[in-house]
């Protein structure tokens, strides 16, 4: 009687260990794992914002570690952001890029100039073609890339200065550094 | 009569917001086919159960856009498929392609199936002989009568 029941039950263990090991290695499927960890930035050469008549270029931003921040004034949850930004920008780690994405010129400096500007850059994304080349899907989302070009983290939602403690801060001093800080 | 005039109404009404939603229209009938056929494989990823072409949001509008510009320029649809994953990684695409990451997805149910089917019969091998078996004890009883 037992004999028959066996075979089943080992089965059905060994489906339960599987599914386990897929459930709890999946990540959280809200919050989809970026494919460009590890790989180049896309290149990019936009229109600055904030000094017209120049380009904010990835060629140019090569050679220290920068975070590209992607935002819009039509995005709440960028205005909720803003200020952790203008906090992280004070700890003076890294420089802040901005990647004005899908928005109007003039409504994203009236946006700068009322909630204050945490940019040391802003490359003005119309079309929206970086963004796509990022794999940007929703704004807010934050990268790091290092002074190589290479994205090392990417940040979907809105940044806090606790996550950017958490998995922003670690990772700024895994590169070795070519000369003094 | 009237009621299924307005049923069959009623359900084109319903049906239009499909046609709202992606205008496109490629003159070329041959691209226009294949711009239909990846918009609806490629999944929008704010709305994750949707593909490009039937969500409403900019992104999928802005995806869409660019799958007719490469299938404009030419671009092959592995190519298209290529430029999406690259960017937004496998779960773009709704139908994973076959890979040895994938290998499981793919075969996974096929395996659990015929797993499933052996059993069955074995099973049912077994409960035809424990039947055989019954029959027997009662013919002999019968018999002894």
Do not use: H, S, V
């Given at each position: 009687m037992r004999n028959r029941f066996i075979i089943p039950l080992l089965a059905f263990a060994l489906l339960v260990v599987v599914l386990g090991v897929g459930i709890k290695r999946s990540p959280d499927k809200q919050v989809i794992q970026s494919v460009l960890i590890g790989k180049p930035a896309p290149q990019f050469t936009l229109p600055s914002l904030t000094e017209p008549g120049t380009n904010v270029s990835s060629q140019q931003l090569r050679g220290k570690p920068y975070v590209l921040n992607v935002w819009g004034t039509w995005c709440q949850a960028c205005q909720m952001e803003h200020p952790q930004l203008m906090k992280i920008r004070e700890l003076g780690q890294v420089p802040l890029i901005g990647?004005?994405?899908?928005?109007?010129d003039d409504l994203a400096l009236g946006w700068l100039a009322q909630l204050g500007n945490p940019y040391a850059h802003v490359a003005v994304d119309k079309q929206g073609r970086t963004a796509i080349d990022l794999g940007v899907?929703?704004?807010?989302e934050t990268f790091l890339i290092d002074a190589r070009g290479i994205i090392v983290h990417k940040h979907i939602g809105p940044l806090t200065v606790e996550i950017w403690k958490r998995d922003f801060e670690p990772l700024l001093g895994a590169r070795p550094q070519a000369g003094p800080t | 009569m009237m009621r299924k005039l307005a049923l069959l109404l009623l359900a084109m009404l319903l049906a239009l917001p499909a046609f709202a939603i992606d205008p496109t229209n490629i003159p070329d009938p041959k691209l226009q086919a294949r711009y239909q056929s990846l918009t609806h494989e490629l999944r929008c990823m704010q709305c994750l159960n949707q593909s490009i072409a039937d969500s409403p949001v900019e992104l999928a509008g802005e995806l869409r856009q660019e799958v007719r510009d490469m299938v404009v320029a030419g671009k092959s649809d592995e190519e298209i498929r290529d430029f999406m994953v690259a960017r937004y990684?496998?779960?773009?695409?709704?139908?994973?392609?076959?890979s040895a990451r994938n290998l499981w997805l793919w075969l996974g149910p096929g395996i659990l199936l015929l797993a499933g089917a052996v059993i069955a019969v074995r099973i049912i091998r077994q409960r035809a002989e424990l039947v055989d078996q019954d029959d027997q004890p009662l013919e002999e009883e019968a018999g002894r009568r």
């Open positions: 990647l004005n994405w899908r928005d109007q899907y929703g704004a807010p | 990684g496998e779960f773009i695409l709704f139908r994973p392609r076959f």
